[in-house]
């Protein structure tokens, strides 16, 4: 469901709150900027009235005397508010940065895998910057509008209330109806235009990813066209903002010019009939003529809007996403996994079953292996036991404790959870394997690699342990990043490991060596080995079939 463009500013406002009072002193600051702005010209105005022989209440030295201080006012002043605006713009960016990550953190595993990593690049980065000119020029542009139009509208009513009325009309004019009136036309634009850039970065991420596919299938020619094709698309939808931008900017100049001659012409009338004298005339005159930097501050600010509202309601809407399952965090605490009871579970994705009525034990010391075809269950079932999700029927039990009663951070510090992909990160060999165990000694690093038959082959490098990895890893091949994530459970040292296909990419050679590791490891752990292998399934204690989500 779509979000009022309102209800997004109002929420993205509510997050300003601890840096309230630094935020005052910008509105603080762009208000008394604008009121020495424009009030150089009225003193300007005042001192050609003195020249005149027409009465002022200054004399002409005061008034120069006033214009070179509020001159220098000026620029010391806008200097603050905008070095505060961005202090406070950059440190909500930091802020927000934080609670994307922790949210998407909350995500992962279950709701992410529907969600394009293009998309989600493009929303941690090109979004959540776009915020910056909300928070930096949006906000505090807002108040000081209304602060300075409320000090200048008592300053009108002074001279006369007609004049006054006619301020307010071009106040709310410029600063509110245009900028509701033009966003409310082109927020689709804005929207989309977020949107076709997010696909894009998933398009273009897949191509340099896949890069060594389309070559070999020749496909280099299809790609890049629709690069282009999608590259048009981004700028027309951008060629739209631009147009909108500048009817906003028409519609302002032509509303400025209206008003300015409404007020010469009300005021000029006034004059005729006696209601106020020629300094009361020039003066009103001068004073609203020089009094639309603010609203029109606001009304250049629909332009920013279209994409800073898409933006802010792609961040608010994951921000505001919740997880499938929430974490435990006042639950219990393993005291031991020495035994793991799965009784009658029953799984669907949506309305596909995926497994039905499993029931199991298995106990310390004991190799469990999972057999069937793709697509039986197997990967699911192991999901279930990292409680990425509920079983629909049934309960799980790990040391005489369900699942959904154990804190989830303890949970999974009980667990070593090796998926069939396993993700390189850019950093060295040693930092891809450590991070399964910060507190790790060198040494126990060394003795998981061995065990996972990758040492040898990191001593061949030309830096070892300290050669870098490139990006996604693409400098070592499906088995070798296997056997990293191998070296991963078995650094981690959890009571329980799971291994979700774990030697589909080795050679019988290095599956022997891991296995064999696992034999050594089982006596003091529990292990659960998915794998279509006949050959990986020699070392179980017990063997389950899965046939259609049944154990066969």
């Known amino acids: 469901m779509r979000k009022n463009g309102f209800v997004i500013m109002w929420q993205l406002m509510k997050l300003v709150t601890p840096l309230a009072h630094i935020m005052a002193f910008t509105i ?8 020495s702005a424009i009030f150089i010209m009225v003193l300007g105005a005042m001192g050609l009235i003195d020249l005149l022989n027409l009465p002022t209440h200054l004399s002409f030295s005061t008034i120069l005397t006033a214009l070179v201080v509020l001159a220098v006012a000026r620029g010391i002043l806008r200097y603050l508010e905008q070095m505060s605006g961005h202090y406070i713009a950059f440190k909500l960016l930091a802020l927000l940065r934080d609670k994307v990550f922790t949210s998407l953190r909350k995500l992962a595993f279950v709701k992410l895998q529907g969600k394009q990593s293009g998309q989600l690049l493009s929303l941690v980065t090109n979004d959540i910057e776009l915020l910056e000119v909300f928070y930096a020029h949006t906000i505090a542009p807002v108040m000081i509008a209304i602060l300075t139009s409320l000090i200048l509208l008592t300053v009108f009513s002074h001279i006369s209330l007609w004049l006054a009325f006619i301020a307010l009309l071009a106040y709310l004019t410029i600063g509110f109806l245009l900028p509701v009136f033009t966003t409310k036309m082109a927020r689709e634009d804005g929207r989309q235009y977020r949107e076709l850039v997010g696909e894009m970065n998933d398009y273009f991420l897949d191509s340099i990813r896949g890069m060594k596919e389309i070559q070999l299938f020749g496909n280099e020619n299809e790609r890049l066209k629709e690069i282009n094709q999608r590259s048009e698309n981004i700028d027309k939808a ?7 931008e500048g009817k906003v900017r028409s519609y302002t100049e032509i509303a400025v010019s209206i008003f300015n001659i409404l007020i010469l012409f009300i005021g000029l009338i006034l004059f005729y009939y006696q209601q106020i004298n020629f300094t009361g005339l020039l003066l009103s005159v001068i004073l609203l003529m020089s009094s639309y930097g603010p609203v029109i501050a ?48 029953s799984f669907a994705y949506e309305n596909e079953a995926i497994l039905s009525h499993l029931s199991f034990t298995l106990n310390k010391g004991q190799i469990l292996g999972i057999h069937g075809r793709s697509g039986s269950g197997k990967s699911t079932l192991l999901k279930l036991l990292m409680r990425f999700y509920d079983p629909q029927e049934g309960n799980i039990k790990i040391g005489g404790i369900d699942l959904k009663l154990i804190n989830t951070h303890n949970l999974r510090e009980n667990i070593a959870y090796i998926t069939q992909q396993t993700y390189i ?27 996972a038959s990758i040492h040898e082959f990191i001593m061949s490098l030309p830096e070892g342990y300290d050669t870098k990895v490139t990006e996604l890893g693409n400098s070592l091949s499906d088995g070798e990043k296997q056997r990293i994530g191998i070296a991963r459970a078995f650094l981690h040292n959890a009571p329980i490991i799971l291994l979700d296909e774990p030697t589909s990419n080795l050679d019988s050679l290095n599956e ?19 794998s279509h292998r006949n050959s990986t399934m020699a070392i179980c204690d017990q063997v389950i079939k899965i046939e259609n989500g049944r154990v066969s």
Not at 425 to 451: G, P, W
Not at 512 to 530: D, G, M, W, Y
């Open 298 to 345: 606001l009304s250049n600010l629909s332009n920013n809007l279209l994409q800073t509202l898409a933006s802010g309601e792609r961040v608010l809407s994951l921000l505001s996403e919740l997880p499938d399952l929430e974490d435990v965090e006042n639950g219990q605490n393993l005291k031991s996994a020495d035994q793991i009871i799965v009784e009658n579970i």
């Open 28 to 35: 603080i600051m762009g208000v008394l900027g604008f009121l």
């Open 512 to 530: 022997a060596i891991i296995l064999q590791s696992l034999l050594t490891e089982k006596a003091n752990k529990i292990i659960i080995l998915v």
């Open 425 to 451: 990160f850019n950093e060295s060999i040693y930092e891809n394997i450590i991070m399964a165990n910060r507190q790790a000694t060198k040494e126990q690093v060394v003795e998981a690699a061995k065990k």
């Open 238 to 244: 951008f060629l739209k903002i631009k147009l909108q």
